[in-house]
């Protein structure tokens, strides 16, 4: 019997520590103090995403590879960060921008605007070094400055959901379990001032539930398509946001 030959991919050279350690040691050489913090932080915390999450979306052969290299013992051990190379860094942007930022990281409005710009500029950098392809440049580019913009937006109205459910005057334990829906990801379906509508599922399939009374303070900063973490209660015949989480843009 002929056996298989699997071939297994080799740790990537230059890995992705070293190429995000050039560019800060670039940026370095431009930025002022203030800023650079900034770039540092983001990148930091860019470093702990990848090494985190990044190997949830790996292939079958490059899973082999990273489990035998990160399961070893000593000197041997590797993070996702020193076995891959550039190439992974794009595609691990949403991620990086679309969860971790928000879900992982404790951050106020600043530092999550400074995720989209240095996201966008290490795209742009990763280009002109020709370690990615104009494409993914352009793919990443577009992510960073959607994030620049949209991220400290999401943080503000997250706030004012919050502080407008913590008012409203209902413990969920007492709701009946028809005027009750628990903490879910639910989408944005519809925003006018002052309103919400969102996206939920019966029998029936997708329904938009609505009008939930918001702030008009968030409903301004709030598009159709994001998503909001929450829980649902009716009360007085209304639905309104009585458990408040995260705003997903």
Known sequence: ??????????????????VLDEFLREQRLRLKRAVLSHYESVIDLFRQHLN????????????????RHF????????????????????GNLGGFLGYFMIRKVMAGAALKRAAGTVTKRLSKWLEEKEYISAEAAAAGHERGADAARDLPKAERASQILFEAADAVPVDPNDLADEDYLEFDHLTVGK????????ETYDGGGKKLLGPIPAPKKATDLIQEGWEIS???????????????????P
């Not at 019997?1 to 070293?18: F, G, K, L, W």
């Not at 985190?52 to 489990?67: M, V």
């Not at 070893?72 to 794009?90: N, S, T, Y």
């Not at 929450?230 to 997903?248: F, P």
Request: charged residues 30%; contains cysteine.
């Open 1 to 18: 019997m002929t056996q298989e030959i699997v071939s297994y991919p080799r740790p990537a050279s230059p890995s992705i520590d070293e």
């Open 52 to 67: 985190g999450y990044a190997y949830e979306i790996l292939s079958k052969s490059e899973s082999a590879l990273f489990d």
């Open 71 to 90: 399961n070893a013992k000593g000197e041997d051990h590797r993070e996702f960060c020193q076995l891959f190379g550039p190439d992974k860094i794009v």
């Open 191 to 198: 925003v006018e001032p002052g309103k919400l509508w969102l």
């Open 230 to 248: 929450c829980g649902l209660g009716r009360v007085r015949d209304k639905w309104r946001i009585i458990e408040m989480g995260n705003i997903y």
